[in-house]
């Protein structure tokens, strides 16, 4: 990977735009990026970062509204442009982070979306094209391109020299989490995770038991609800104690009794509170009655005073509605008198045209002889109309009797057929009871048989279970030991492979060295020794394979413990569920119970049928008696009906005769009379009534003035004048009548003893009363949740105290076969006190990574320490810390190693280079590869003597051979001076800007 230009605009520190041309000064392979203290300096490798990867460093990471600077002017963008070559393509990536700018209309701001732009520059063309917009789809294109994550890019081309000098004397944990960032190891953390996951699924089996019955005792306890003070659980007790059991139930035995006291407790309180409950109702009504009498005085005493003040209006309408209705006594004799003139005129216009219909020698009777003749008519016939009903009565009397003879034959024939079916009856019951008796005890014994046949059965078949999984067991058994045995092979293989590939790890380099080309390790284009591979090399290739073989081996062996445990838990189950009883004998027992249930149920048939038959004969017997008790009863009453019917024949034909007078039926004779009768009723109605008019007329005048004198009128006129009508006097009865209740009412209120009495006593507070009742209304109700929350809490810890103690009955066998999973997973995370080392297995890999690094550093190391200095790799333990990540510097000068914290800050620096230019080589060829063109070393030169700073300007300078750049990031003044290729970032209010500079500037 090599940067040609960089572009800046309103980044960090940097206001405006600033063009980095990484080409000029890529061109003398070693230059300076100084500049004061924030003016920006690393700046330029977060936009370099942020470029490639979207993001800052990650110890400088921010939010995206954070890369703005502060100095930009609020239209200008933010927005990084780099152009690099990498993996043979030339690309431009450009970068704009999510920001705010003002809007384009109006005032106030927007915010933008972050953006990004991938181009690829065609070298036939020379122009760019574009390859995506997508940030997704540039980070996957630049992730493949580089062949390597964020940290890694930040640890190899950017190398912090604070974070090695740190490494240099961190803890094994500390290097650890480096050096997993930048190694993929995280298929031998996924072992160590499933040797976990194994020993947690063993360990799971043992803990399932613990777990019920700690689930149990929480249940309790939380039944149990205990007070303060109250021990809250079984002391001592958590999952895999031996005396978990004992904590629990006597935990229970606790709670059970505790739970007892307080229910007695709470009943009582209850008692209690329903007493005071009672006593607070009494006094809330007392209180709310003498309220209302108070309220009802108060209420009395106003309205009497408004009654009073309307009294003289009183007084008016009580002599105007008595004047109107003195009149109203005038004015019906008036309309009488009236009405009976009209009448009298109308009564002598009838008389006359009644008259008319009269023979001639009654047309000038009287009234009463009219009336005589009238009623001589009449009564003749009212004698025809008796007459006539019974000459009906006599028709229909004749065709009743036809009918009645009919259905008299009709029901002495059924009465018959019912005599003739009851005579069998005695012996036809006898006979179908003791056929059903019969079959009812056969039923009762196949019954008995299959009450034992289904238990028996279920036994049968879970021995037949049992047997069938004896043998799976002991195939599942056979199959885990050779899965156990396959898999400790192939992890035993892997292993071997593995040690011997790290051993010829310098032949395999080697296999990818060609002339002319930089070494990986030590970056030398002279080879003239490689390493060759020795015989039976292992390549990656087949140590891949052989963990590909380890993990299905693994798998398989963790499937068959699957399959055991299944088989074994299946046949425990089949095992309870039928006993010790051989299976030979079961069947035998089955066979003689089926056969005997069989016997019994071909006997049983026929008792549905018997019972039936009988049930049958006795409805049909029933049926019978009672058809024969209502025919005998039809029977009866048509002969009392035959005999009345007939005498009642007689006497209306004999009646009918006598009436007739001639004529040819009863009819006849009463039409005639009936007209006769009409005349004559009209005519003495027209005489009687004008005779009555006459008399009415002369007493309605009379009785008009009597009226008008008594009622204090001198003459009829003044009543009329006094007359009012109906509506005005409605309301002033109705102003009358509401006087008179409203001085009812009050009369009543005032005189209330009651209301008196209550007016006498201090104002009643009906809310102290409402608040007293509902206070104990409340404690009522929290004393009865309380008696009935201490009855359920009984009830319940008696029920979970049963379920404690058979959970723990059935957890003792749960404790076995857990030990070596867990033995063999501590081993691998480094926890086990027989690991020695306390080394994990990625710690293990990491260490022969480490150990790699150290090989490569300490090339660069012995020529910076002037052949003094070399890192060494150590496994010993550090205190009570892991091993396996040490790091010691060995002093050629005593031939003894030094602790690395024990270093000068001068040493500390070039020890601190040398391991991050080698770990960016290892990292580098780790990640595929991919050749790194351009290195930034971040600042620490400050601590070297001047012969230090030689010696390692002199390696830096190595690193340019074959088109090699490296830059280096500080403000030390000696470097100035020694470098002549600068990029100066100079700080200022408006902002930071860039100088290129050729030649030193002095110190």
Excluded at 524 to 553: F, I, K, N, T, W
Excluded at 717 to 742: S, Y
Excluded at 922 to 934: F, H, I, M, N, P
Excluded at 938 to 965: A, C, I, N, T, W
Aim: net charge neutral.
């Amino acid at each position: 990977m090599r940067l040609h230009r960089l572009s800046l605009t309103a980044f960090g520190p940097f206001g405006g735009t600033q063009h980095i041309d990484f080409d000029q000064l890529s061109a003398a392979g070693l230059y300076l990026l100084h500049g004061p203290t924030g003016a920006g300096k690393t700046s330029v490798l977060d936009a370099v970062c942020y470029a490639l990867y979207a993001s800052v460093p990650g110890a400088r990471q921010a939010s995206p509204q954070s890369l703005r600077s502060d100095h930009a002017a609020p239209h200008t963008a933010t927005e990084v442009v780099l152009d690099l070559t990498v993996g043979g393509r030339r690309l431009e990536i450009t970068r704009r982070p999510e920001q705010e700018r003002p809007k384009r209309r109006g005032t106030g701001t927007t915010r933008d979306r972050a953006r990004s732009l991938l181009r690829e520059h065609d070298a036939v063309t020379g122009t760019w094209r574009p390859v995506s917009h997508s940030h997704q789809e540039i980070g996957e294109e630049l992730g493949g391109l580089l062949g390597m994550s964020r940290d890694q890019f930040c640890q190899v081309v950017l190398l912090p020299q604070g974070d090695f000098a740190r490494f240099l004397r961190a803890g094994a944990e500390d290097r650890a989490k480096l050096l997993g960032r930048l190694f993929d190891t995280r298929r031998f953390a996924t072992a160590e995770a499933r040797l976990a996951e194994l020993r947690a699924e063993a360990v799971q089996r043992v803990r399932t038991g613990d777990e019920r019955l700690l689930a149990t005792a929480h249940r309790i306890q939380q039944a149990a609800a205990p007070l303060p003070g109250e021990p809250a659980g079984p002391e001592d007790a958590a999952p895999g104690d031996p005396h978990l059991a004992d904590a629990v139930l006597a935990f229970a035995a606790r709670a059970r009794c505790t739970a007892r006291e307080r229910r007695d407790i709470a009943a009582a309180a209850l008692r209690a509170a329903e007493a005071a409950h009672a006593t607070a109702q009494r006094a809330h009504a007392d209180t709310a009655e003498r309220a209302r009498l108070q309220r009802s005085h108060a209420e009395a005493t106003t309205r009497a005073a408004a009654l009073a003040a309307r009294r003289a209006a009183h007084e008016a309408d009580r002599l105007l509605l008595e004047r109107a209705r003195a009149a109203d006594t005038v004015a019906p004799a008036l309309r009488l008198r009236d009405a009976a003139e009209a009448e009298h005129r109308a009564a002598a216009r009838a008389e006359r045209e009644a008259r008319a219909w009269l023979p001639a020698g009654l047309a000038d009777s009287p009234a009463a002889v009219l009336a005589g003749r009238e009623r001589g008519a009449r009564e003749r016939l009212g004698a025809l109309a008796a007459a006539r009903h019974a000459e009906e009565r006599a028709r229909a009397i004749g065709a009743e009797l036809t009918s009645l003879a009919q259905e008299g034959e009709e029901a002495q024939r059924m009465l018959d057929a019912a005599e003739r079916r009851l005579l069998p009856w005695p012996e036809e019951q006898a006979r179908l009871r003791q056929a059903a008796e019969a079959a009812r005890d056969v039923g009762a014994r196949a019954g008995r048989t299959e009450a034992l046949l289904a238990p028996a059965e279920r036994r049968l078949a879970a021995a037949g279970r049992r047997d069938e999984l004896g043998a799976a067991l002991r195939g599942a058994e056979g199959d885990l030991l050779t899965a156990r045995e396959r898999a400790a092979d192939a992890y035993a293989h892997w292993l071997d492979l593995k040690d011997a590939r790290l051993r010829g790890i310098a032949a395999e380099l080697a296999a990818g060295l060609a002339p002319g080309e930089p070494c990986a390790v030590c970056g030398s284009a002279d080879h003239p020794r490689p390493a060759l591979p020795a015989a039976g090399h292992v390549d990656r290739a087949a140590e891949e394979a052989a963990l590909a073989a380890h993990r299905a081996a693994e798998q398989h062996r963790a499937a068959a413990e699957q399959r055991l445990a299944a088989v074994r838990e299946e046949q425990a189950a089949a095992g309870a569920a039928a006993g010790e009883e051989p299976t030979g004998e079961l069947a035998v027992v089955v066979e003689e119970l089926r056969a005997e249930h069989a016997a019994a149920l071909r006997a049983a048939g026929g008792e549905p049928a018997a019972r039936a038959a009988l049930a049958a004969a006795e409805r049909e017997h029933e049926a019978v008696l009672a058809t024969r008790q209502d025919v005998q009863r039809r029977v009866a009453a048509l002969a009392s009906r035959r005999d009345a019917l007939r005498a009642e024949h007689a006497a209306a034909t004999r009646e009918t005769d006598r009436a007739r007078e001639g004529a040819a039926d009863v009819a006849g004779r009463a039409a005639q009379l009936a007209r006769d009768a009409e005349v004559l009723a009209a005519a003495t109605a027209a005489a009687r009534a004008a005779e009555e008019t006459a008399d009415r007329l002369k007493q309605a005048d009379g009785r008009a003035a009597d009226a008008a004198f008594r009622a204090g009128f001198d003459t009829t006129r003044a009543a009329v004048a006094a007359l009012l009508d109906g509506a005005a006097q409605r309301d002033a009865q109705r102003r009358l009548d509401a006087w008179q209740a409203e001085e009812a009412s009050l009369a009543a209120v005032l005189g209330d003893a009651r209301v008196a009495a209550a007016a006498a006593l201090p104002p009643a507070d009906p809310a102290a009363a409402e608040e007293c009742l509902a206070a104990a209304t409340r404690r009522l109700r929290a004393a009865s949740a309380a008696e009935a929350a201490a009855a359920t809490r009984c009830a319940d810890l008696d029920a979970l105290s049963a379920r404690a103690t058979a959970d723990a009955a059935a957890l003792a066998p749960l404790r076995a076969g857990s030990r070596h999973i867990t033995r063999l997973a501590g081993l691998t995370a480094g926890t086990s006190p027989e690991n020695e080392y306390r080394m994990r297995l990625e710690t293990y890999v990491l260490a022969a990574r480490l150990e790699q690094v150290a090989a490569v550093a300490s090339v660069r190391l012995h020529r910076m320490s002037a052949g003094r200095y070399a890192l060494v790799h150590s496994d010993a333990r550090a205190g009570r810390a892991r091993s396996g990540l040490g790091l010691h510097v060995l002093d050629a000068w005593t031939g003894r190693t030094r602790d690395t914290a024990t270093l000068s800050g001068g040493e500390s620096f070039f020890v601190s280079l040398a391991l991050a230019l080698g770990l960016a080589d290892v990292v580098a060829e780790e990640s595929g590869g991919q050749r790194l063109d351009t290195l930034f070393i971040d600042e620490g030169f400050g601590s070297l003597d001047e012969q230090s700073l030689d010696e390692v300007l002199d390696v830096l300078d190595s690193l340019r051979e074959h088109d090699r750049s490296v830059a280096i990031v500080s403000h030390v003044p000696d470097l100035r001076a020694r470098i002549p290729a600068q990029l100066q970032v100079v700080k200022t209010r408006q902002g930071s800007t860039v100088r290129l500079r050729t030649a030193p500037l002095g110190p």
